[in-house]
């Protein structure tokens, strides 16, 4: 989860997880407990699985997450007065 990027950003490059995320970005703990991007590892044999990223534009430019955890609950919460749009992309990883 990546939160607080500023609204001039236009792109994330490839590998700017913990590396060269834009100035002002923030990313958040994962899904695994670690910081950063992941990755799909679906497990070896399971079929096709499907990841969403979601991109929201807000009317606010910074969330006031405390600490470097956020649940989707939590998200939900804050995300739920200020979101002007959002969107999502959907793409499918197998092993």
Same mark, same amino acid.
């Given at each position: 989860?990546? =939160?607080? !990027? $500023?609204?001039? =950003?236009?792109?994330? @490059? ?8 834009? /100035? *002002? ?7 695994? +407990? @670690?910081? *950063?991007?992941?990755? $799909?590892? $679906? $497990?070896? *044999?399971t +079929? ?6 979601? !991109?929201?534009? #807000? ?7 405390? *600490?470097?955890f956020?649940?989707?609950? @939590? #998200? @939900? /919460? #804050? &995300? /739920?007065?200020?979101? &002007? ?5 959907? +793409?499918?990883?197998?092993?």
């Open positions: 989860l990546v =939160i607080d !990027i $500023p609204s001039n =950003i236009t792109k994330l @490059d490839e590998g700017a997880s913990l590396k060269k995320m834009q /100035k *002002g970005a923030v990313e958040l703990q994962n899904s695994f +407990g @670690d910081m *950063g991007w992941g990755g $799909p590892q $679906p $497990p070896k *044999g +079929g096709v699985h499907n990841y969403v990223f979601t !991109i929201y534009a #807000l009317k606010t430019e910074n969330l006031p997450v405390k *600490g470097n956020l649940s989707y609950k @939590d #998200l @939900d /919460k #804050l &995300l /739920k007065d200020v979101v &002007l749009s959002k969107t999502t992309l959907t +793409g499918t990883f197998t092993r």
